[in-house]
């Protein structure tokens, strides 16, 4: 006998990544994203992880996760030391890493239950 789980609030969780593309839920976005397991943001407008300023985050801060995970596009890169000392005064655990392992470690910690944020640069 098979078991499933039904809800009625809807989670988001990274189905695919490739280049230029990331999966929610099965459908592809070609834009940069913040996702969390029960909101998805697909109008975030950073582009690069030089472009990344505080403000980007302001909708993070307002609500913050236990853990916030900043996929920088193809490569690690980090973000102008403003913007991660600001993060680190606020309490946040912050990791910055390739956009790939962002989505495979937002999925791994959504799995445990914790409180998860991404902010994935998609590289055009």
């Avoid at 988001?12 to 459908?27: H, L, P």
């Avoid at 959504?110 to 902010?119: H, N, P």
Wanted: aromatic share 6%; charged share 20%.
């Amino acid at each position: 006998m098979l078991f499933s789980e039904v809800t009625s609030e809807e989670s988001y969780i990274v189905t695919g990544y490739e280049t230029g593309r990331v999966g929610i839920n099965q459908v592809a976005h070609t834009h940069s994203l913040i996702v969390r397991p029960h909101q998805l943001e697909t109008d975030w407008p950073v582009q690069k992880v030089s472009e990344l300023k505080v403000e980007h985050l302001q909708s993070l801060l307002d609500n913050p996760p236990e853990v916030l995970l900043i996929g920088s596009g193809e490569a690690q890169q980090f973000p102008d030391r403003s913007v991660w000392r600001h993060l680190r005064a606020q309490g946040l655990g912050v990791e910055i890493m390739d956009t790939a392992a962002a989505c495979r470690t937002y999925n791994l910690i959504m799995a445990e239950g914790r409180e998860v944020a991404a902010a994935l640069i998609i590289e055009g």
